[in-house]
Structures are given as structure tokens and as C-alpha cells.
């Protein structure tokens, strides 16, 4: 199983910027699967989860509203949408898929892993 994130950049404060995560190898129709994110000196942090059954969307006080997380059943991906992007959301922003949305909120149960991809917001 292999989950592959992209799209992370150097954007302009207020700008917009969009993650994907394709999944290959298996699907995960009863998962949870988002995004977390880890700043220079910072503990990783929970940002945003989309139930694969239902669509149902979850997100971190800090990105409420301005992120959004969705999902392409037909292409096993997952994507985080970011407008207004500000210099505190810098940070590699990892994917990740877990067994329940209340684990993956609290950071456990995270069976599968991508590797990180790296979003540079500029001031």
C-alpha cells in the first residue's frame, strides 16, 4: 500500500495551494483519511479528516474555513483545498489513512502513512 502526496509549494500569504494523496494498493472505504502537518520545531498536528464512506469532513479550529478536504472515489485520492493560506499553516503536511476518524483525530491508529510534502507560506 503506498500513499502518494503532492502538491505542496512557495505561496504567497493569502494565497491557495492544493494536496493530493492517490492511493495505490488497496482502498479504504471504511478508513479515515487527511492530512497532518509538522512545523519546523513543532509537534505534528492534526488538520483535517474526510470519512471515505460517508464524505463526512472534520477539521482542525486552526483551518476551519479556509482548508478543505475531499475525496475522488474513482481515483482513490484525497485532496486538501488551502485558500488564504498564512505563514503559521509552513509546514510539511503528511497523508495519512486510520481505522477511525475519532483515532485519526487523535493521532492514533494511523496504519498507513505518505511521505511528506513541504509548504512554504511566505509574509
Known amino acids: 500500500v503506498q500513499l502518494q502526496a503532492s502538491g505542496g509549494g512557495l505561496v504567497q500569504a493569502g494565497g491557495s495551494l492544493r494536496l493530493s494523496c492517490a492511493v495505490s494498493?488497496?482502498?479504504?472505504?471504511?478508513?479515515?483519511m487527511g492530512w497532518f502537518r509538522q512545523a519546523p520545531g513543532k509537534e505534528r498536528e492534526f488538520v483535517s479528516v474526510?470519512?471515505?464512506?460517508?464524505?463526512?469532513?472534520y477539521y482542525a479550529d486552526s483551518v476551519k474555513g479556509r482548508f478543505t478536504v475531499s475525496r475522488d472515489n474513482a481515483k482513490n485520492t484525497v485532496y486538501l483545498q488551502m485558500n488564504s493560506l498564512k505563514a503559521e499553516d509552513t509546514a510539511v503536511y503528511y497523508c495519512?489513512?486510520?481505522?477511525?476518524?475519532?483515532?485519526?483525530?487523535?493521532?492514533?491508529?494511523?496504519?498507513?502513512w505518505g511521505q511528506g510534502t513541504l509548504v512554504t507560506v511566505s509574509s
Open positions: 474526510i470519512r471515505w464512506s460517508s464524505g463526512s469532513t
Open positions: 495519512a489513512a486510520g481505522s477511525s476518524v475519532g483515532g485519526f483525530i487523535r493521532g492514533e491508529n494511523l496504519n498507513y
Open positions: 494498493g488497496r482502498t479504504f472505504s471504511s478508513y479515515g
